[in-house]
């Protein structure tokens, strides 16, 4: 897949690439052997972080992070691919079969699916207006380690939104519950007085 991408469509340059990986690695090739050679050792962070961001681990989110900085990562770099990822999750969360139509690669939109299944489209909105808000002064800091930490870790800990139609669908469900129960209680209430006078 990351070959294929890395060809941008060209057959031939898809070959290259295969044989550039090949003369990198051998005939023996891993995953880890073709992240090295193309330089996309940092996206294998990208689903992790955003996992743990989404699932609300902010010790996690530090972990991934300090990982990916001890292993050489570009930080800001990692940020453009991170806020491009977030983005993508948002796509597929929008458009749903539609993804497809976007640039994202075919055997990653599943991958990007399943990861949102349980997270809300406003909450994945404010993720990516929270990337795009920081990142002129996250690209300007001299610290690029320690403001990625604060920016995800901001992400971590923001409270799931709830969108406008299930916060009314919960209260209309309330307000049926209540009604419903205060008729039955009302009901229940006019038994127990009534035997109350029968025992008077």
Sequence with gaps: MWIAEAGDGSMRDAQSIFDQVIAYSGMDIKDDDVEESLGLSDRKYLFRLSEAVLKREAGACLMII????????????????LLKHFRNLL????????????????EQIEKLKNQVQETSRETLQRFVEILIAEEGSFLRSQEPRMKLE???????????????GEIISTIENIEQR???????????????????KIVN
Excluded: C, R, W
Excluded at 67 to 75: F, P, Q, V
Excluded at 150 to 164: C, G, H, R, S, W
Excluded at 186 to 196: D, E, I, L, Q
């Design 178 to 196: 209540l009604q419903q129960g205060g008729s039955a209680l009302s009901g229940h209430s006019g038994t127990a007085f009534s035997n109350n």
């Design 91 to 106: 796509l597929v969360k929008i458009a749903v079969d539609g993804s497809s139509s976007f640039d994202i690669a075919p």
């Design 150 to 164: 604060t920016i995800i870790v901001k992400m971590a800990y923001l409270e799931p939104i709830i969108p406008l």
């Design 66 to 81: 300090e990982e990916a900085y001890l292993a050489g990562i570009d930080m800001k770099h990692f940020y453009q691919i």
